[in-house]
Each structure stands twice: as C-alpha cells, then as structure tokens.
Nanobody, 125 residues
Framework: QVQLVESGGGLVQAGGSLRLSCAAT????????IGWFRQVPGKEREFVAA????????YYADSVKGRFTISRDNAKYTVTLQMNSLKPEDTAVYYC??????????????????WGQGTQVTVSS
C-alpha cells in the first residue's frame, strides 16, 4: 500500500481553475494506478479520473472530460488533477486513491486499496 495526502482544494468562482495534488509515500507508488473521486454529502463517492502507473493511460468521467487533466510524476511521487472551467456542480470533497487494478473509465471504490483524507473544493456561482 501507499499513503496518500491530497492538497490544493479551496474556494473558486465558476469558470476558474484549481490544481489538486496527491502526494504519496511508499516505494510501491510508481507501480500504483491512481484515481480521483469526489463526494458530496448524501451521495456516493463518484469517479472523476484515473491514470495508470506509467502515466500513459488516463480515463475521465464524462462530466469532467475536456475540463480536467490528470497527470503524474513518479520521480516526485505526485499525481496532479488540473481542473479548469469549474462549475458549481464540481463542488465536493475530492479524494485520491491508489491500487493495482488496471484503470478504466468509471472505476469503482473497490478497485483501490489506499485512500487519502480528502480535500474540499467549493465552486461559487
């Protein structure tokens, strides 16, 4: 397993941008696939994006495609989620997750075995 810590959340106006980071510790990070999920109160955690351990395959939820970009730097043990053209409906707690299951669009929570504590993103209208 790896230990994951998210940062970069905050308050932004609609149309703005935020850059979330997921910092990892643990030697297995470079072979872990990483996903981003988000959750609003009263709803299940929702898949946002995922990237494979090599950083050459990535998948997005339809709701964020064309606006969010996931990338990773294995040398720096970080995964980044660049979020542009933010909308109020993007407001949620964002979590990064790590696991060995091959990434695909619409990944599930059970595909991952390591989770960060989450970072709040609030988009005002």
């Amino acid at each position: 397993q790896v230990q994951l810590v998210e940062s970069g959340g905050g308050l932004v106006q609609a149309g703005g941008s935020l850059r979330l980071s997921c910092a990892a510790t643990g030697r297995t990070f470079s072979i872990y696939n990483i996903g981003w999920f988000r959750q609003v109160p009263g709803k299940e955690r929702e898949f946002v994006a995922a990237i494979d351990w090599r950083g050459v395959e990535w998948y997005y939820a339809d709701s964020v495609k064309g606006r969010f970009t996931i990338s990773r730097d294995n040398a720096k043990y970080t995964v980044t989620l660049q979020m542009n053209s933010l909308k109020p409906e993007d407001t949620a707690v964002y979590y990064c997750a790590g696991g060995r299951y091959p990434p695909y669009s619409g990944m599930l929570e059970r595909d991952f075995d390591s989770w960060g504590q989450g970072t709040q993103v609030t988009v005002s209208s």
